[in-house]
């Protein structure tokens, strides 16, 4: 049987990325099955759950999922269980996507874009391993309320064990281990009481990996030192919240979030959900100049990690690489005049060096 890929293009420019994302995987593997089913907004239109039965039964049988991104500026004001975004909800919790795996990359020839000094970002390869499924998004009570005195007061709750910690630890330490081997743990350990548990696993896991380095950081000052010397990390491991925050910094750093895929990986053995990290981008949404490269790259991901195809995620890569590398730009990144290609014409750019 034919590996299945889920395929939940979104809204916004979800489909407009999503569907290049799918013909990049189906030029390098014809033999995949890629079935499109609709999530998010585009299901509530039609009356249905953020999250359809039929789109959840494809995620059961499937060997990975492709996604694009859920949420649209109409339903911000409604409840959580009403909003696009629920879908994704869903999906991390039900599948316990607990790993979400951030790559951080400056191709070269890309620098002007950044939003700092080419300088300080060329070359740069960093990894953001952000827990995904507990901290104080998952946590309760979890409300809005009235107070005893009538006063309107909200609460969320920060809250780990130890072997949720544990095991984010270990998928930090592991990559750590095939890159420069440095792990830096970001947390807030002066002031949350979830950080001092964070910091107590995360060394007592580091021992298990004695090949590499670890260093704490508070995540005011990792804040600071991402925009200051970059290329300083390797591994940054951290909590839901932080991690939330930090990569979206990270990702300007390569001049546009467009450019950014990630892979969340949970318990069951090779499934996975590989998304861009951006979300749906109304402002550009149906004109068709949406980079796709975060969900281009995000396929290669899905190659390497749930279908054990690195010769193929690595063509894909590569071929990012070239098209950059060849002076091609999606109208985000580019500066000073230089010619903008719309979605269309990227792809096929890297269709080409496929
Ligand atoms: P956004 O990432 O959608 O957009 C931020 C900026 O980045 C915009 O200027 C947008 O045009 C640009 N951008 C993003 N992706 C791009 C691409 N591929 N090519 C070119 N430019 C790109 O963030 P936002 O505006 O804060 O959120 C919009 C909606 O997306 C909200 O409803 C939010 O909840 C949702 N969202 C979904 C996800 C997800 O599905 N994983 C993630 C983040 C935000």
């Given at each position: 049987m034919p590996p299945t890929i889920a395929v939940l293009p979104g809204d916004g420019i979800g489909p407009e990325v999503t569907r290049a994302a799918v013909r990049v995987l189906r030029a390098v593997r014809p033999d995949l099955d890629c079935v499109e089913t609709r999530v998010g907004a585009a299901a509530l239109r039609a009356g249905?759950?953020?999250?359809p039965d039929a789109a959840r039964a494809l995620c059961d049988r499937s060997d990975a999922v492709l996604f694009g991104s859920v949420g649209l500026?109409?339903?911000?004001?409604?409840?959580m269980a009403e909003r696009p975004e629920y879908a994704l909800f869903l999906l991390r919790r039900d599948y316990e996507l607990y790993a979400n795996v951030r790559p951080v990359r400056v191709f070269a020839?890309?620098?002007?874009?950044?939003?700092?000094l080419p300088e300080l970002v060329r070359g740069l390869d960093l990894v953001v391993i952000r827990e995904l499924t507990?901290?104080?998004?998952?946590?309760?009570?979890k409300e809005q309320r009235t107070g005893p005195d009538g006063v309107e007061e909200a609460v969320d709750t920060m809250f780990y064990r130890a072997p949720e910690i544990e095991r984010i630890a270990r998928v930090a330490f592991e990559l750590a281990r095939k890159r420069r081997k440095h792990v830096t743990s970001v947390d807030k350990q002066n002031i949350l009481e979830t950080s001092r548990l964070w910091r107590r696993v995360v060394e007592r896991v580091a021992l298990e990996y004695p090949g590499v380095t670890l260093a704490h950081m508070l995540v005011d000052n990792a804040a600071m030192q991402l925009v200051r010397?970059?290329?300083?990390?390797d591994v940054i491991l951290t909590e839901n919240m932080f991690g939330d925050i930090l990569s979206d910094e990270a990702a300007i750093?390569?001049?546009?979030?467009?450019?950014l895929p990630s892979a969340s990986l949970g318990t069951r053995a090779h499934f996975g959900l590989y998304e861009p990290?951006?979300?749906?981008?109304p402002d550009i949404?149906?004109?068709?100049?949406?980079?796709?490269t975060a969900a281009i790259l995000s396929a290669a991901m899905l190659l390497r990690h749930?279908?054990?195809?690195d010769a193929n995620a690595s063509r894909i890569e590569a071929a990012v690489e070239r098209v950059f590398a060849s002076g091609a730009r999606t109208a985000e990144l580019a500066r000073g005049g230089e010619p903008a290609l719309d979605t269309l014409a990227f792809l096929q750019r890297v269709l080409a060096q496929l």
């Amino acid at each position: 049987m034919p590996p299945t890929i889920a395929v939940l293009p979104g809204d916004g420019i979800g489909p407009e990325v999503t569907r290049a994302a799918v013909r990049v995987l189906r030029a390098v593997r014809p033999d995949l099955d890629c079935v499109e089913t609709r999530v998010g907004a585009a299901a509530l239109r039609a009356g249905e759950p953020a999250l359809p039965d039929a789109a959840r039964a494809l995620c059961d049988r499937s060997d990975a999922v492709l996604f694009g991104s859920v949420g649209l500026p109409e339903y911000e004001a409604k409840p959580m269980a009403e909003r696009p975004e629920y879908a994704l909800f869903l999906l991390r919790r039900d599948y316990e996507l607990y790993a979400n795996v951030r790559p951080v990359r400056v191709f070269a020839g890309l620098e002007s874009a950044s939003s700092l000094l080419p300088e300080l970002v060329r070359g740069l390869d960093l990894v953001v391993i952000r827990e995904l499924t507990g901290g104080i998004y998952y946590g309760r009570p979890k409300e809005q309320r009235t107070g005893p005195d009538g006063v309107e007061e909200a609460v969320d709750t920060m809250f780990y064990r130890a072997p949720e910690i544990e095991r984010i630890a270990r998928v930090a330490f592991e990559l750590a281990r095939k890159r420069r081997k440095h792990v830096t743990s970001v947390d807030k350990q002066n002031i949350l009481e979830t950080s001092r548990l964070w910091r107590r696993v995360v060394e007592r896991v580091a021992l298990e990996y004695p090949g590499v380095t670890l260093a704490h950081m508070l995540v005011d000052n990792a804040a600071m030192q991402l925009v200051r010397r970059p290329r300083d990390f390797d591994v940054i491991l951290t909590e839901n919240m932080f991690g939330d925050i930090l990569s979206d910094e990270a990702a300007i750093l390569t001049g546009s979030v467009g450019n950014l895929p990630s892979a969340s990986l949970g318990t069951r053995a090779h499934f996975g959900l590989y998304e861009p990290i951006g979300g749906t981008a109304p402002d550009i949404a149906g004109k068709g100049i949406a980079n796709p490269t975060a969900a281009i790259l995000s396929a290669a991901m899905l190659l390497r990690h749930s279908l054990d195809d690195d010769a193929n995620a690595s063509r894909i890569e590569a071929a990012v690489e070239r098209v950059f590398a060849s002076g091609a730009r999606t109208a985000e990144l580019a500066r000073g005049g230089e010619p903008a290609l719309d979605t269309l014409a990227f792809l096929q750019r890297v269709l080409a060096q496929l």
